[in-house]
């Protein structure tokens, strides 16, 4: 169950950040997650991180964040984090009206 008002993820300073690409009908969409501390820290245990990520949730590239190429990704995906904080959820309702 989602909560009633969820807070806006917002990106901070990751080592590591996946980048998922994929189709929305005839859209283009990149997604942006950021891989866990504990794993991020580790070259080889973001890569495992990555490889159960692709199999389980679909195709995505790791990116080090601490190259300029980086930056660049990070730059990007906090920028996509906030502006989902300004787009409206859709409410669910219970009942019929």
Known sequence: MLPKNPQPVHIENPRRVLVRKSLLGWLRRKDYHTVPT???TNRDLAEYFRKMWSRHVGPTELVYTRTPEGRRSLLKAR????????????ERLKSWQ
Do not use: P, V
């Open 38 to 40: 504990a794993l991020g």
């Open 79 to 90: 920028t996509h984090s906030m502006s989902r904080s300004f787009q409206s959820r859709a």
